[in-house]
């Protein structure tokens, strides 16, 4: 491993930041799927944004993710926001500053694990060798050093979700995106995962899990629960209303 550390960014530096951020889809009637959210999340955080379906969640993902621009309201990546950027300016900033984690793995069915995590990289213009080099640490960090020959066909579930978050983590980005990162597990791979993302955000990493899972979203630091389009309670406000934070 690597003696640098994996995230080095400064402690409680916001690395995710919305707005009174909305998302407005079609014209007659338009549907608001967000209504004014604002949220911060800072370096070092473990963060799970839960409701049930129809909520809103999925969107608020696309947005903070940037893959979808909001209507209205800012939304600012590691201090930039998106709003001055281009396309292709913004493409740059989410390969650099966000990992994404899905419920469906999304992995290379014909190559291996250290191919599938070095191709993480691949927009990033790192070299082939430094890719395999970082893409062997990052399998090594999920505990999957012994698997990297390994195709996924022969992976269990939760292998094949390590790998996916170490393609996420190999960039080294500001924040993690999971989204329902086990939804296709079984109850003790499951629990693995969720294990591997409180020692993952020991290290440093700054986490964010989107589920409808509350007994999930209860296992972590901070829960910002989410229902029609608006944030109702979020665990961090609580605290500092309460003097605890």
Request: no cysteine; aromatic share 4%.
């Amino acid at each position: 491993m690597t003696e640098q550390p994996a995230f080095p960014f400064p402690a409680a530096r916001p690395v995710l930041e919305l707005a009174a951020v909305t998302k407005t889809y079609g014209e007659q009637p338009p549907v608001s799927a967000l209504r004014g959210v604002s949220l911060t999340v800072r370096q070092g955080e473990l963060v799970a944004v839960v409701g049930p379906s129809g909520s809103g969640k999925t969107t608020l993902l696309h947005v903070m993710g940037t893959l979808e621009r909001p209507t209205d309201g800012v939304v600012r990546i590691n201090g930039i926001d998106i709003a001055d950027l281009d396309d292709q300016q913004l493409a740059a900033v989410r390969a650099r500053s966000i990992g994404f984690v899905f419920q469906q793995f999304f992995l290379a069915a014909h190559t291996t694990a250290l191919e599938n995590v070095a191709d993480g990289l691949l927009y990033a213009g790192v070299e082939v060798g430094e890719r395999r080099r970082r893409a062997a640490e990052a399998l090594e960090q999920v505990g999957l050093a012994h698997r990297r020959r390994f195709r996924p066909g022969k992976m269990s579930g939760g292998e094949r979700q390590r790998v996916a978050i170490a393609r996420a983590l190999v960039g080294r980005p500001a924040i993690l995106l999971a989204d329902e990162p086990t939804g296709n597990l079984d109850s003790t791979n499951g629990a693995s995962i969720v294990a591997l993302l409180h020692r993952l955000n020991a290290e440093g990493a700054t986490i964010l899990v989107i589920t409808h899972d509350s007994e999930l979203a209860a296992r972590l630091p901070r829960q910002v629960h989410v229902l029609d389009g608006r944030i109702v309670s979020d665990s961090a406000a609580d605290a500092t209303v309460g003097g605890r934070r």
